[in-house]
């Protein structure tokens, strides 16, 4: 099993869940994050004090799923939330040693 | 369903009941004379054909006539002063929803999330407080006596409400609403002056110590300058007042002037926050912020209009500039914003809004439509550039700049008002008023208003501060300002995660 983790432009979400959905992915988590890499931040202005805005708004999608299937939800991710521009954001792969279903006790790819 | 047919029929009672209440008090006789004198005037004002038939009628006739007539004159002034009475309760309850939720979100918004609960809680608690001290001291203090036999602070007669009628007049007038109206719309005003200094020592300050200087600051500063503006003391407008008073219609002076310079005088002792200048310290909420702003523009119009402690001609202008000085605030403060820093933003908008209000204040009832958006558009302005430079230059942490926006709003309405004020709007104060009128004398009485404010405001201010902050202490300690005072003093938090 493993996980893949998405962090993406917060308004590609929806496009980003729909190609998830279609590629067979069958749940997914989101949490809104904040962070920077390459794209830098903003700066904000009140009454005229000037605050620079490190950490860019961004929304992370963990979605835990069986080997066969990691690279269609990579690509349905790559398709959906690239703009070509710095900030779309970075996919990142890791191994899941065991998942369970709480309501059965189910284990496995059973359990996804 | 039945609770619809409820409100329907009651909708129905309310226009039948109010359309000639309406039409009565359109017709309402001209103040201040005698009842028995104007029965007698309006029977030799009768058309032709009337008076012959008096002429045919008996004395006995004539007498049972004009006694009917003294019966529909008390009634016509009993129902213009049930619209008197009734608007100014209406006035009460705008200018309290001034102070929460009006200034609470105003404030609450521009504060850090860890400290929302405790300015929320400011402006809550001191309508609560300031209102009991009114009830039991303040209006005493402050409308008690009169100018001549108490020219510097008002007399103990009024001490616990005694002798506060709910059925006399305040006024002179006849149709005059009811001294307990008077002293409730008062005590309005009592209320949102402390609240508003809150915003200068916001995030540091400690509740019990804001507590017991809002109630010392109240009874020391406002009742005092109060009683001198409009009841007659020293800089009240009039002979006997110095350099012939001033013409402050809702609280230029009052309300604005001494709040914003105390708050000068409060975040200057109490010191910066933790990190100015090095954390940020953004808005939390400027949603929280924009709708306060449109809640006090609403809330302002019963501060203002309600000044006139009536309904009429003059009420009328005062609503009327209210609303366009404030317009033209947010003009000014965005405009120059824009220019200045690139973008229009909200946050701007909303200040200026607040700003040509503040301005606009001591000058409502006073002044024409044009020369109030004037007004407004040159407080919008100059409050922009007090609190992006000269609080930057200077360097004072006003935390939510109430100086720069009533203080020195309420100073450029306080000396355009002695510019702009005209007989033209309100004659009941001699027929040439501002210098448009031609007369340069008010302009000194109103300067010398603010001077006379600013001086004692800031000096008595000064005082209590420095006192408490030996006794009490002004600030909390650095862990507790680090944690926020939400939790530190209140033990609450604004915004709970599940």
């Known amino acids: 099993m493993k ?11 929806d496009d980003v869940k729909s190609a998830l959905v279609e590629a067979g992915i069958e749940g997914m988590t989101v949490v809104e994050v904040r962070g920077f890499g390459r794209q830098k931040g903003h700066t904000e202005m009140y009454r ?20 066969g299937k990691l690279q269609e939800a990579i690509d349905a991710v790559l398709q959906a939330a690239q703009t070509g521009n710095v900030g779309d954001g970075k996919i990142f792969v890791s191994d899941i040693t065991e998942s369970i279903r709480i309501r059965t006790g189910e284990m496995g790819d059973e359990a996804i | 369903m039945s609770y619809l047919k409820y409100g329907y ?5 309310i226009f039948l009941v109010g359309l000639p209440l309406t039409s009565w008090s359109q017709d309402a006789v001209p103040e201040g004379e005698p009842t028995l004198e104007l029965a007698e005037g309006e029977s030799e004002n009768v058309s032709t054909e009337e008076a012959y038939e008096v002429e045919d009628q008996s004395p006995e006739e004539l007498d049972h006539e004009a006694q009917q007539i003294l019966d529909l004159k008390q009634a016509v002034a009993a129902a213009a002063n049930a619209g008197h009475n009734g608007w100014m309760l209406v006035c009460c309850a705008l200018v309290l929803f001034m102070t929460a939720p009006g200034l609470a979100l105003f404030y609450g918004g521009l504060v850090r999330k860890k400290n929302v609960v405790s300015v929320l809680m400011q402006c809550l608690f001191l309508m609560g407080l300031m209102s009991v001290v009114w009830a039991v001291c303040g209006y005493s203090f402050a409308f008690g006596g009169n100018g001549s036999s108490h020219p510097f602070i008002g007399s103990t007669e009024y001490l616990f409400l005694e ?5 006399d007049g305040v006024l002179a007038t006849k149709d005059s609403i009811a001294e307990l109206t008077f002293a409730l719309f008062q005590g309005m005003f009592f209320i949102i002056t402390p609240a508003l200094i809150c915003g200068a020592f916001a995030e540091r300050m400690k509740f019990s110590t804001m507590a017991v200087f809002s109630v010392i600051w109240g009874i020391v500063v406002y009742c005092p300058i109060c009683h001198w503006v409009w009841d007659g003391g020293i800089i009240g407008h009039g002979e006997g007042a110095w350099a012939g008073g001033a013409l402050d219609f809702a609280g230029g002076t009052v309300v604005h002037i001494s709040s914003g310079v105390s708050a000068l005088v409060a975040c ?4 910066k926050r933790m990190g100015f200048g090095s ?13 306060g702003a449109a809640m006090l523009w609403v809330g302002w119009f019963g501060f203002n209009a309600g000044s006139q402690l009536a309904v009429d001609d003059v009420t009328v202008t005062a609503f009327a500039v209210t609303h366009l000085s404030a317009a033209a605030g947010v003009i000014g403060w965005t405009l120059f914003e824009w220019a200045v820093h690139k ?11 607040v700003a040509g209000l503040v301005c606009i204040t001591p000058a409502a009832g006073f002044v024409q439509p044009m020369h109030a958006i004037l007004m407004g558009f040159i407080a919008g302005a100059l409050c922009f550039f007090a609190v992006t430079t000269m609080k930057s230059k200077l360097g004072y942490d006003d935390s939510l700049d109430a100086f720069g926006v009533h203080g020195i709003g309420g100073t450029i309405g306080a000396v355009l008002t002695g510019v702009f004020a005209t007989s033209q709007v309100n004659t009941g104060y001699g027929d040439a008023l501002g210098i448009i009128d ?31 902050d030996k006794t009490m202490g002004l600030r909390v300690d650095d862990d507790a300002e680090t944690r926020g005072l939400d939790l530190s003093e209140h033990g609450e938090e604004g915004y709970i995660w599940l």
Do not use: W
């Open chain 2, 268 to 271: 200057v002792l109490i010191g």
């Open chain 2, 343 to 353: 973008k229009p933003t909200a946050l701007g908008a909303a200040s200026g809004a």
């Open chain 2, 9 to 13: 029929v009651f909708l129905c009672v």
């Open chain 1, 3 to 13: 996980k893949v983790e998405a962090i993406i432009r917060t308004h590609k979400l």
């Open chain 1, 48 to 67: 005229g004090t000037e605050y620079a805005v490190d950490f860019v708004p961004k929304a992370k999608l963990e979605i835990i799923l069986a080997d």
């Open chain 2, 163 to 167: 002798g506060v009628s709910m059925t």
């Open chain 2, 279 to 291: 954390e940020p310290m953004p808005p939390h909420n400027l949603t929280y912020t924009v709708l």
């Open chain 2, 438 to 468: 031609g007369n340069y004398k008010l302009i000194v009485g109103q300067v010398v208003a603010v001077l006379v404010t600013v001086v004692y405001a800031g000096v008595v201010s000064f005082i209590i501060l420095k006192v408490l």
